[in-house]
């Protein structure tokens, strides 16, 4: 079989494998996918006062994320939730995911972890977490003799 030239070719060829195996293999090819939820997305970066964590959590509400620290791993755990229960259902295509997800990050050194604050707005949780106040640059001025 020789080898698809670019994905469009690949994705095509897993059209048409979606398309073979209707019926109860298909819906065991889905639990699979679920058993593959993606990870939540981040983003870190530094400011001159905090490290700043943004994760992407498209249809998650804010009372089904839990944060935790242990050490200095952050863990984010949460749930998307299926919106409505549809008793007669013939799905012509069936991406989203529903389930539980954890994801966790090493912290950088220095992480003032009881002054952190999280906010979660339109799909996206930020989580400032300020440094240690010996971690803070300083300025030291220089005077002329």
Known sequence: MAMPKDLDELLSMRDVMDRALVGTLSRSLHQVDRMLLPRPTM??????????????????????????????????????????????????????????????????????????????SAGVLILTLPKRAELKAKSIPVSAK
Do not use: C, W
Request: charged share 30%; hydrophobic share 35%; no cysteine.
């Open 43 to 120: 983003d870190m970066y530094e400011t001159p006062e905090a490290f700043v964590l943004k994760a992407s959590l498209p249809g998650v509400q804010s009372e089904d994320v839990e944060l935790s620290v242990t050490g200095d791993t952050l863990t984010i755990k949460g749930e998307v939730k299926e919106e409505e229960e549809i008793e007669e259902k013939s799905y012509l295509l069936r991406e989203r995911h529903y389930g539980s997800f954890s994801r966790s990050v090493q912290l950088p050194e220095g992480v003032n972890v009881d002054a952190a604050d999280a906010n979660f």
